[in-house]
């Protein structure tokens, strides 16, 4: 029996009230690739943030390399040969890839021999890795891709032999993550040790030797990736068997409720994000859009739901909408008609320190129904809320507490349950499951389906595929702000989308 | 869950930051060779003791509630005005110009009309800074500290250059004319059978600033416009996806802001000197900040905060007159309750979110 | 002949009126590069001000009331870390308290003191910083354009103008070229970044502020101790926020900082001297010219003359998610 590169035991870790990792053990062998999987909120980037001594447990032990090693700062898991590449790149925009590598770890008080050094050791990690970047260049200048090489080589620069890595797939490509597996494959061949944290389960059984599994802070089960399958792995993150797919009658579609034509996009950098395209949503069908984060997605709700504006031609029931000024902003678009489930519920969709009850008319606060003279019903707005609460089942039923002490899936709900209940002509939804329990996904789902049965227009903004084919009658890829295709999901599979939101036109398109 | 109860957060973290203050402040006038218990008895009679000293008192407080509400309507919309000092300037230029120039018949409409112009002249005071954070994001701190300074040249180019009655050295505007006279506490009083102070500033102008407590609730709580300022003051990408435009709500609010700050002339020039003279406002803009963090930013919160810095500021001139303690001990006291309400909120906040948090598993 | 001399007076009045400045806005340069806002600069200079005044003032060495003078700036920048990088607190706030903390206790000191309602004693001989001459000044002074240039722009300035201006070159050098500048403008910019890569945020953060102590000190100090003869209530007068404007103007760049303040030294240089100012008809007031910084830097922060882009973690404190 080799002694394990990492161990951890009785791990518990609470943000004030919140327990996010409950005494959890595990151990590592060296030279293996580790799966972590759980749930959004699991609390997997929280453990390996206390591995690396970004957050200090409260609770438990860790042994590195069969040694009890105290971590109480970054630094030390530097020292012990730990390096993290985090969900959220931790990369200072305006220096150069080189700079970025170099800080923290400089020799000496002057800057030119360090930068001189990490060159020279660059160009042999990239030859060895094949880790191609251009040392010159500036973050803000390079991809999202080049950005999680440059935090590699970052680790690797660091002598690191432990290297945790979080969510990276969640910005890339298929290709580009395969091209990243590789990489791993490469490093684990090396001899070094690897944690790969995710939620997708197709990577766990690709690119893992052995997979633990966790759930509401603790850890449900450590097995050998090749004794396991996706569906017993699902099972162990969520608790019970797992609906995979929706219930749902084939659509009827109707006639076209949002036409969109040559729609262009620019962000406020200037940089144009949505391309020219075109869609249609019919009224009784749900149109998904597949694509990795950042290929103009979120600009386009954004332009639909009136929070950017945009050029080209967009049309509701036939009739041409404004694309800029006062007729194209929120309060214009819900007069329209468009209901909208925004991507961040917690940025955009709700005011997370209104009470449940203010938050229910968020974006309808000017509707009469809600008025008494020049001041608001207040009352009238706490009757409403107390209906949706029953209606939509939110947990604790109470419209007195304030949005950010709801969970996830309870908070969604409640802005489900606003947008749905306007009975929109078209609903617009980003991400409606991201970071919502199982039990809150179905329940959402549900009501999605139920309002595309009533006859309206749904256009759906997904990056989780899964979520695309289940709820999809038809879905269209993103890339670079095009759209690189149509399909109809029984005719197509994951590996045809995932060419086509990789940019690789298909035969049809 | 929250961390703690509301009543802790409302009351318990002002009362304790405020006793730290206090603390400090004691042991200021230690440092100085002064008796803290003396001084305090000193400024409780001067301040409190009397009609005169009432008087005083809610003279000044009239001042703090037109700014502490000018900051907080501000903070709101998570806008940081410091520029209340200039904007109440501004309020006092065009109090002295309705009062100056045109012949009132009485002073009920005098006031109507100078209410109108001072608020205006803060508004308009406050509308550049608005327009260009809101417009060309330019930050408001920094332009509104440029304005103050912007302010008092203004003003001293038009008391030197322009409303310095001829022959006169003093860089001041001419009295007002009787009819503009506003009644004080003691004219008010009188008829009720009250004996008030007839020294004392205090006037009418106190009703105005407790009206003002009462609309500005009212707006910040009870209307459209209230919720989308607190919208935008929360969050402002959820305020762009409910369709609330930030630059019109950053614009609104600061003219409030503005407005309000500037209502104050109709205190300390309309009320008070009944004319207009360098440095009128002597402060009360920058003491808006701190009314306005001890108040929690809510009206009944800025009214309460308000008397005690009235009392403070009629309690240190006392002492200044009766013993060598300089009024800037009121100043230090200021920055004191700034410092422990404002910026250390989290020094007293955090040991007590530990606290309830123990209490509630021990309650488990 | 007339003319150009009044061009160097005025430009010798310049320099001196732009150090303080210069100073602190070099101070500000620290603090804000690591991602600490600072609108208390004013109030830091004018607590040097008045305790370099009031220990040269009783000891005679201008030297120990420099100290002082550092020490008392470095205690006010020690409640601004303590506030806005220990306790997350609002920088802005935390700013304003310490501006009127320092306007209210250096009264209050001073009157417990000194009882001469809130100044010092006035300082002579060497409890002032005495001008430095430069080799043949006096000799050089007769020489047409050279010779005032030497004698009166250049030399006989006090030592801490001529360490106000070394230090624009150093702090280009520290910032551009040395580890711990590369690590300072990091966390300015993500502190996250600085501290995953194992370096503590918050000592970067308390070094920065502390370097701004010493640099308001120094500032306080030329104030009270070489441009006047001793502290008078409130002798900063604005200069900590004509530092900050300097600052933006600047955007957060040591030499074009030295630029910025000496434009402003010019300014408040031709408001002393000419108070209204005939333009061929046209008479600025004076209080035009007292306003001009203030009003320039407005028109700089809209935008009408580049954008300028603070450190892009200013005014935040560094939190860890969660």
């Known amino acids: 029996m080799t002694v394990p590169a990492i161990e951890l035991k009785g791990i518990s870790k609470a943000f004030g009230p919140v327990q996010a990792n409950k005494d959890i053990s595990i151990s590592v062998a060296p030279g293996t690739i580790h799966g972590i999987i759980g749930e959004n909120g699991a609390g997997k980037s929280t453990l390996m943030s206390i591995l690396y001594g970004f957050y200090k447990a409260d609770k438990g032990e860790i042994w590195i390399n069969g040694k009890k090693t105290d971590i109480p700062d970054s630094q030390a898991a530097i020292v012990a040969g730990i390096g993290m590449v985090f969900q959220h790149f931790k990369l200072v925009e305006n220096f150069t890839v080189l700079e970025n590598i170099v800080l923290g770890a400089e020799d000496g008080g002057l800057l030119a021999p360090s930068l001189a050094k990490a060159r020279k050791e660059l160009k042999e990690l990239e030859e060895e890795y094949e880790l191609f970047v251009d040392p010159d260049k500036r973050i803000d200048e390079i991809g999202v891709g080049m950005q999680q090489r440059v935090e590699i080589l970052k680790a690797l620069y660091r002598k690191a032999e432990i290297l945790i890595l979080d969510e990276p797939t969640g910005v890339l490509t298929p290709a580009e993550a395969d091209q990243l597996f590789r990489i791993l494959d490469r490093l684990r061949a090396e001899g070094k040790t690897i944690i790969l944290i995710t939620h997708k389960l197709r990577e766990i059984m690709e690119a893992t030797d052995t997979v633990s599994v966790m759930r509401r802070g603790q850890m449900t089960a450590t097995v050998k990736t090749a004794e396991t399958n996706p569906e017993e792995l699902a099972e162990l993150m969520v608790g019970r068997k797992v609906l995979l797919r929706v219930d749902k009658v084939p659509a009827k579609p109707g006639k076209p409720t949002l036409e969109i034509e040559n729609l262009r996009v620019t962000d406020s950098a200037g940089v144009e994000r949505v391309k020219g395209i075109d869609l249609t949503v019919r009224a009784g069908e749900i149109v998904g859009i597949a694509g990795v984060a950042g290929n103009g997605q979120s600009e386009l709700l954004e332009v639909l739901g009136g929070m950017r504006p945009g050029s080209g031609v967009i049309k509701l029931n036939g009739t041409p909408l404004a694309l800029s000024g006062p007729e194209a902003d929120g309060q214009a678009r819900r007069a329209q008609g468009i209901a909208h489930v925004p991507e961040d519920r917690q940025r955009e969709g709700l005011i997370m320190d209104f009470h449940a009850w203010e938050n229910v008319a968020f974006g309808y606060h000017r509707d009469l129904a809600y008025q008494r003279g020049i001041f608001m019903n207040n009352a009238a707005l706490r009757a409403d809320t107390e209906r949706k609460i029953e209606k939509f089942d939110v947990r604790p039923p109470n419209g007195w507490l304030s949005a950010k002490n709801f969970s996830g899936g309870n908070q969604q709900k409640i802005v489900v349950a606003r947008e749905i209940e306007r009975n929109p002509d078209l609903l617009l939804v980003g991400q409606p499951t991201r970071g919502v329990d199982i039990g809150a996904i179905e329940f959402i789902h549900k009501q999605i389906v139920a309002l595309r049965d009533q006859g309206k227009a749904i256009l759906l903004v997904s990056v989780e595929l899964e979520e695309i084919f289940s709820l999809s009658d038809r879905i269209a890829v993103m890339f670079d702000g095009h759209i690189m295709g149509e399909r109809l999901p029984h005719e197509t599979d994951e590996k045809e989308l995932g060419l086509l939101m990789a940019g690789v036109a298909g035969e049809a398109a | ?364 | 002949m007339e003319l150009f001399l009044t061009i160097v007076q005025v430009l010798d009045s310049t320099i001196r009126l732009a150090t303080p400045l210069l100073l602190a806005c070099l101070a500000g340069l620290y603090s804000e590069r690591a991602g600490i806002f600072d609108i208390g600069l004013e109030g830091k200079m004018l607590m040097a001000a008045f305790f370099s005044a009031a220990v040269a003032a009783v000891t005679g060495s201008v030297w120990l009331g420099l100290l002082a003078g550092i020490a008392s700036s470095l205690v006010l920048s020690g409640l601004h870390g303590l506030a806005s990088i220990t306790f997350r607190g609002n920088q802005l706030i935390s700013g304003v308290a310490i501006n009127f903390l320092a306007a209210g206790l250096t009264v209050l000191v001073a009157q417990d003191w000194f009882q001469q309602g809130g100044r010092t004693p006035s300082l002579f001989g060497g409890g002032r910083f005495e001008p430095i001459n430069f080799p043949f000044a006096e000799a050089l002074s007769g020489v047409p354009i050279i010779g005032p240039i030497y004698a009166e722009l250049l030399s006989g300035h006090s030592i801490l103008v001529y360490v106000a201006f070394l230090m624009v070159p150093a702090t280009w050098w520290v910032l551009f070229r040395t580890r711990f500048g590369l690590r300072l403008r990091a966390v300015g910019e993500n502190p996250a970044a600085v501290d995953t890569a194992g370096v503590s945020v918050v000592g970067l953060r308390y070094a920065a502020v502390a370097i701004c102590g010493v640099l308001c000190g120094i500032a306080g100090a030329y104030l009270a101790t070489a441009l006047q003869a001793g502290f008078v209530k409130d002798m900063t007068a604005g200069r900590g926020f004509i530092a900050l404007a300097a600052l933006i103007f600047a955007k957060w760049r040591p030499w074009h900082a030295m630029w910025a303040c000496l434009l402003f030294g010019l300014l408040q240089a031709v408001a002393l001297r000419f108070q209204n100012i005939d333009l061929g008809g046209i008479i600025i007031p004076v209080q035009v010219m007292d306003a001009l910084p203030y009003i320039l830097t407005v028109v700089i922060l809209a935008g009408f003359v580049g954008k300028a882009v603070p450190p892009r973690a200013g005014g935040e404190p560094y939190v860890k998610e969660r």
């Open chain 2, 1 to 364: 869950m929250d961390k703690m109860p509301k009543w802790a957060d409302v009351i318990l973290i002002p009362l304790i930051s405020l006793i730290l203050a206090a603390i400090l402040s004691t042991l200021v006038i230690l440092a100085i060779g002064e008796n803290p218990v003396e001084a305090v008895n000193l400024m409780v009679t001067g301040a409190l003791g009397s009609t005169y000293g009432w008087g005083y008192t809610l003279y000044y407080a009239t001042n703090f509630m037109f700014t502490g509400l000018a900051v907080a309507v501000a903070f709101h919309a998570r806008l940081f005005n410091i520029g209340g000092e200039g904007q109440a300037m501004l309020g006092g230029l065009g109090v002295a110009m309705v009062c100056l120039y045109v012949p009132w018949p009485h002073w009920s409409i005098a006031l109507l009309a100078a209410m109108a112009a001072g608020m205006l002249f803060g508004a308009a005071w406050a509308a550049i800074p608005a327009y260009l954070q809101a417009k060309r994001g330019s930050h408001i701190v920094i332009t509104t500290i440029m304005f103050n300074f912007i302010a008092a040249a203004l003003l001293n180019y038009m008391l030197v250059n322009v409303m310095r009655p001829a022959g006169s050295q003093d860089p001041a505007t001419a009295r007002f004319a009787e009819a503009v006279h506003l009644p004080t506490l003691h004219e008010m009083l009188a008829p009720i059978g009250i004996n008030f102070s007839k020294a004392a500033p205090a006037n009418i102008s106190l009703i105005i600033a407790v009206i003002a407590c009462i609309v500005v609730w009212a707006l910040i709580w009870r209307t459209r416009l209230g919720y989308e300022i607190r919208a935008y003051g929360h969050s402002e990408t959820g305020a762009v996806y409910a369709g609330i435009s930030p630059v019109r709500i950053t614009i609104v609010a600061m003219l409030i802001s503005g407005a309000l700050a500037g209502l104050m002339a109709i205190n300390n020039v309309m009320g008070e000197a009944e004319r207009l003279v360098l440095n009128s406002t002597e402060g009360a803009g920058f003491i808006g900040i701190a009314v306005a963090l001890m108040g929690r930013s809510h009206p009944f919160g800025v009214f309460l905060a308000a008397i005690l810095f009235g009392f403070l500021y009629q309690g240190g001139a006392e002492l200044a007159l009766w013993t060598s303690i300089p009024r800037e001990l009121i100043v230090v006291i200021q920055a004191l309750v700034i410092l422990f309400t404002g910026a250390l909120d989290n020094m007293v906040r955090m040991p007590l979110e530990k606290l309830f948090l123990a209490l509630r598993k021990e309650a488990n």
